[in-house]
């Protein structure tokens, strides 16, 4: 089936630093999201974007988060700064016609 | 609030037993999907189901968008379907809130 795929699996930063998160969605869908789900938890939604532009934030989504996709490349979420909260498995979906699809997530670890 | 709730929140069956889970939500509904997240954290879409009956092998989904519920049978249930089912809501158009899992472990 369609393939969303995330790079790194698995990033380890210090406090404050910034992280940048990396999703290439399903090539013809048009519509990307991002989710945060916390060891054991629910997974929560931050953020969808569609045509260059952030459509729907929750709460989650704070202010030193950001999401674009420069001219058809990856689909990123940055952190800057990170917090010690910020820990959590982050999922990138695309959709089309209502159906997700996921990545197998980027587990960040904020030491 | 909690747009979207699911029971049980975990089940334990002994193997070749049926499974119901269900899925309630408060809003009104574009779609609703269920995905099975394995042990490891990803995630497999089972089913698109806005509304009605449809399956899949063993797993049967049934939506009844009147009384705001879908349910995910699991018949002859086996070890390998251990492993968390969520399901998610599509309440407008393009953005989908998830439940919080029913927690499914099948022993031999």
């Known amino acids: 089936g369609p393939k969303v795929l995330q790079i790194p699996s698995h990033q380890i930063i210090d406090m404050g630093q910034m992280v940048t998160l990396n999703c290439d969605p399903v090539?013809?869908?048009?519509?990307f999201y991002w989710y945060k789900q916390i060891l054991g938890q629910q997974m929560e939604f931050l953020v969808n974007?569609?045509?260059?532009?952030?459509?729907?934030k929750s709460k989650l989504f704070k202010d030193q988060f950001s999401v674009e996709r420069p001219d058809g490349s990856y689909f990123t979420l940055k952190i800057q700064p990170t917090a010690l909260e910020d820990s959590a498995v982050y999922f990138c979906?695309?959709?089309?016609?209502?159906?997700?699809?996921f990545g197998a997530g980027t587990r960040l670890s904020v030491l | 609030g909690q747009q979207v709730q699911q029971s049980p929140a975990s089940l334990v069956l002994q193997e070749g037993e049926n499974a119901e889970l269900q899925c309630n939500f408060s809003?009104?509904?574009?779609?609703m999907q269920w995905f099975y997240q394995r042990p490891g954290g990803s995630l497999v879409s089972l089913f698109y189901?806005?509304?009605g009956t449809k399956h899949s092998g063993r797993l049967t989904s049934t939506t009844v968008i009147k009384e705001r519920r879908s349910s995910l049978h699991i018949s002859s249930s086996q070890t390998t379907d251990s492993g968390t089912y969520l399901c998610?809501?599509?309440?407008?158009?393009?953005?989908?809130?998830f439940g919080k899992g029913t927690s499914l472990t099948v022993i031999p």
């Open positions: 979906a695309s959709s089309t016609q209502n159906t997700l699809y």
């Open positions: 090539s013809n869908h048009l519509y």
């Open positions: 974007f569609y045509n260059g532009k952030v459509m729907e």
């Open positions: 809003t009104s509904l574009n779609s």
């Open positions: 189901n806005p509304s």
């Open positions: 998610a809501l599509e309440p407008g158009y393009q953005n989908f809130y």
